[in-house]
């Protein structure tokens, strides 16, 4: 079980995710039975990529019935084609940005973080709590000497415990745009940016269902925020 419909791929030998807690949520379209992770052989793609189905009107796809002279849409002979609905750009999420989770951690659970990182880029914190302990505590940061690094910890009965800092990329760019994922499992964290894998974390708090918070701070602009089951 992994990242998988969200990340196109999965971890060999685990079955193919769906998602609960959203009843009904359809999986993407065209997945194998056994996705696997990106950069394995038979790696699915994303929706709109070669292989996959497009929406109407796009390559691969049967053009929209039109009347007989008219551009591209059905109308009747001398009306205009409808207009397409206005549609608002997104708003930012408020900073800091704090979240309940009533069903708390849980084996499966996937979230999705979208976001910018500021030009002025020094760091910025996910952190998953229970109560005043922090059970996962991701900080992505530059020092003042300008080295990149992500550090992983958590705080519990008022103390840090030993952080871990060894990671293989670091994928955050300032002023660019990013998309995080956080997949629970059953013993630990698993952590993509971009769509691509990037760490794991054990478990140091696994009374799962008791960390029910989730905190973003500091240098980001949040775009959005998702809770998803897959299974």
Known sequence: MDLSD??????????NPQQSG?????????QPSNPTWPGQPSQPTWPGQPSQPTWPGQPSQPGQPT??????????????????????????????YDQS??????????????????PNFKKFTVDLSKGKDIAFHFNAR??????????RNSFIGNQWGTAETNCPSFPFV????FELKILCTQNEYKVAVNKSHLLEYRHRIRDLHMITGLGIYN??????????TLH
């Open 6 to 15: 969200a990340l196109g791929g999965s971890w060999p030998g685990q079955n």
């Open 22 to 30: 959203h009843p009904n949520q359809p999986t993407w379209p065209g």
């Open 67 to 96: 009347w007989p002279g008219q551009p591209n849409q059905p109308s009747w002979p001398g009306q205009h084609p409808p207009t397409a609905p206005q549609v608002s750009p997104q708003r930012p999420l408020t900073l800091p």
């Open 101 to 118: 989770m009533p069903r708390g951690v849980y084996d499966k659970l996937l979230i999705t973080i979208v976001g910018h990182v500021k």
């Open 142 to 151: 530059i020092d003042e000497k300008g080295t990149k690094g992500v550090v």
């Open 174 to 177: 300032a002023g660019q745009p």
């Open 219 to 228: 240098d980001l602009t949040l775009t959005a925020v998702n809770f998803e």
